[in-house]
C-alpha cells in the first residue's frame, strides 16, 4: 500500500505519547505529597519534584530533582523522574541516559523501564525500545499502557502476531484506551483479518469519536471487507469535518471506485488532485477512475503524471500499459509492463501482461520466458497457467502444454471451492443466529471440506462443536484454524 494510504502514525503518536507519559508521571507521584520534615533530605526534594512535575513546573522540577541526586546520586527514582523532566523540556538523549542509570540502579523500577521503552519508541530505536518494554511489562503484567506501547513497537517490527496479543491484552486491561483498539483494528487489517479490523476501529471510535486516525484506517478495512456503502459514509464523514485531510480524501476516492460511483470518485479525486498536486497516489487513482470510464485519453495523462511524480510506484506504468494496450498500442503498452517490473521485479501481473503482449507481436519465446516469470511469484494463477499451455501447444510442445492446462483446470477448481466454502460459511453463520445450530454445523463441515486452507472455516466449525460439548475435535480446529490464520485466536484446552 502506498504511504498516502497509510494510517498516519506521527499524528497519533504526537497526541499519545505525552498524554500516556503524564498519566504515568501521576501514578509515580500518587501518595508522594508534600515533603515532610521526618523524611531524608534527597527523598524531600524528589518528593517536591514530583510535585512540580504534577503541576507543569518542568524546570522548577528539574533543579529539584537535581538536588535530590546531589544528596543521594543512587537514587534511582530521582533519576528516573529527572529523565522523566528533561523528556518533557526537549533534552530527549539526557533523559535517556537518566533512565538507563536508574535501570541500572533500580532493576526493579518499572517506571524506569517504562519511561527507557517509550522514550526510545519515540525516538524511533525499535529493538532498544522492545527490550525495555518486555522488562517494564514482565514487573507489572497488569499495566495497560506498557502493554499498549510494547503491541505498537512488536507492530512496526514486523512481529504482527506477538502485537496482535499484546494490543488485545492492552485493550482488555484499560477498556477505555483507544489507541489500543486502533493500533489493534491496524495489526488485524495488516495480517488480513478485516472483519477483526472493523470490529476493533468501530471499539476505538466509540471511545474517541474525533480520533481521525481510527475513521480512515475503519475505511479501508471496511473496503477490504468488500463493505464499500458504509466506507463511502464514514470516510464522507471524516472529509466533512476535516475538508484539509488528504488522506481520508484519497480514500474516499477509493472507496467510491470500488462502489463504482465513478463521476463522484472523479470529482472527489480531482479536488485531491488540486489540494495535492504533488501526490503520486492521488494522479494514480484519478487515472484509474478516467480508466473505469473508459476516458482513455485523460487515464493515460493522469497515469503518465503519477509515474513521473513517483519513479517507486510500479502500479502507474502497469495500469498505463493496460489502456495502451486496450487502445491498441501494443509496442507501447510493452515498455510500459518493463518499466513496471523493473520498478517491481516480483510483479507478477505486470509479466503476464507483458508476456500477452509480446504474444500478440509473435516472440512466442519472449512471452513464454515472461509467463513462466509470472508464475514464479503467482504459482496460484489459473490464468497464467492458461496462457503457459496455449504458449507451449503454439511451440509443438503437448505434453507440457497439457499439463499447464490441468493445472489451470484444478486451480480454477479450487478458486470455485473456496467461493462455494465462503457461501457455506455465511450461510452457516445466518443459519446459527436462527437457532438452528445442527444446520450451522453442517454448513461449517461443508465449508472446511470445501476449503481446507480456509482458517474462517475451521473457526467456525470450531465454535460450533465447542457449544455442543465437542471440545476434543473443537480444540483441532481451533489450532487449526491459528495456523492458518494467526489472528485467530485458540482457547486454552479443557478436560
Known amino acids: 500500500m502506498s504511504p498516502e494510504r497509510r494510517v498516519s502514525r506521527g499524528r497519533f503518536a504526537a497526541l499519545v505519547t505525552l498524554a500516556v507519559l503524564l498519566r504515568a508521571a501521576a501514578a509515580s507521584a500518587a501518595g508522594a505529597g508534600a515533603p515532610t520534615n521526618g523524611t531524608a533530605p534527597a527523598e524531600r526534594r524528589l518528593a517536591e519534584g514530583r510535585a512540580l512535575l504534577e503541576a507543569g513546573r518542568l524546570e522548577d522540577a528539574r533543579r529539584s530533582l537535581q538536588a535530590a541526586l546531589e544528596l543521594n546520586p543512587k537514587l534511582a527514582e530521582a533519576h528516573d523522574q529527572l529523565g522523566f523532566a528533561l523528556g518533557r523540556l526537549g533534552r530527549t538523549q539526557d533523559a535517556l541516559a537518566e533512565f538507563r542509570i536508574a535501570v541500572q540502579l533500580r532493576p526493579d523500577l518499572f517506571e524506569a523501564h517504562y519511561h527507557l521503552g517509550a522514550t526510545l519508541w519515540w525516538t524511533r530505536d525499535l529493538e532498544g525500545a522492545l527490550a525495555a518494554l518486555q522488562s517494564a511489562v514482565a514487573l507489572r503484567p497488569k499495566h495497560a499502557e506498557a502493554r499498549y506501547y510494547l503491541g505498537l513497537t512488536l507492530k512496526q517490527t514486523g512481529r504482527l502476531e506477538r502485537a496482535v496479543q499484546e494490543l488485545r491484552r492492552a485493550a482488555a486491561l484499560d477498556p477505555r484506551l483507544p489507541a489500543a483498539q486502533l493500533q489493534l483494528g491496524v495489526a488485524l487489517r495488516e495480517m488480513g483479518d478485516a472483519e477483526g479490523a472493523v470490529a476493533a476501529l468501530r471499539a476505538a471510535r466509540a471511545l474517541d469519536p474525533n480520533l481521525a486516525d481510527a475513521a480512515n484506517a475503519l475505511g479501508l478495512a471496511l473496503m477490504e471487507k468488500g463493505e464499500a456503502e458504509e466506507a463511502v459514509r464514514t470516510l464522507e464523514a471524516l472529509v466533512r469535518k476535516d475538508p484539509r485531510n488528504t488522506t481520508a480524501r484519497l480514500n474516499l476516492g477509493t472507496a467510491l471506485l470500488q462502489k463504482e460511483d465513478l463521476d463522484a470518485a472523479v470529482n472527489v479525486l480531482q479536488e485531491l488532485a488540486q489540494q495535492a498536486p504533488s501526490s503520486a497516489q492521488a494522479a494514480y487513482n484519478l487515472g484509474l477512475a478516467f ?146 445450530a445442527r444446520g450451522a454445523l453442517a454448513a461449517f463441515r461443508e465449508a472446511v471440506g470445501l476449503a481446507p486452507e480456509n482458517g474462517a472455516a475451521h473457526f467456525a466449525l470450531a465454535q460450533a462443536l465447542a457449544r455442543q460439548g465437542a471440545r476434543a475435535e473443537a480444540q483441532r480446529h481451533f489450532e487449526e484454524a491459528h495456523r492458518l490464520a494467526p489472528y485467530l485466536s485458540v482457547p486454552e484446552a479443557r478436560d
Open 291 to 436: 480508466k473505469q470510464k473508459d476516458e482513455f485519453a485523460a487515464a493515460e495523462a493522469e497515469l503518465r503524471r503519477a509515474a513521473a511524480l513517483d519513479p517507486a510506484l510500479p502500479e502507474a506504468p502497469f495500469t498505463l500499459g493496460v489502456v495502451l494496450w486496450q487502445t491498441g498500442r501494443g509496442a507501447e503498452a510493452a515498455d510500459a509492463f518493463r518499466e513496471a517490473v523493473v520498478r517491481r521485479p516480483d510483479y507478477g501481473e505486470a509479466h503476464y501482461m507483458l508476456a500477452t503482449v509480446l504474444k500478440q507481436s509473435g516472440d512466442l519465446d519472449g512471452a513464454l520466458k515472461e509467463i513462466r516469470e509470472s508464475l514464479r511469484h503467482r504459482p496460484e494463477a489459473a490464468d497464467a497457467y492458461l496462457g503457459l499451455g496455449q504458449l507451449l501447444q503454439q511451440k509443438g510442445e503437448r505434453s507440457e502444454a497439457a499439463a499447464a492446462f490441468a493445472e489451470a483446470d484444478r486451480l480454477n477448481k479450487k478458486k470455485a471451492d473456496l467461493q462455494a466454502a465462503t457461501f457455506a460459511l455465511s450461510r452457516g453463520r445466518g443459519q446459527l443466529k436462527a437457532g438452528d
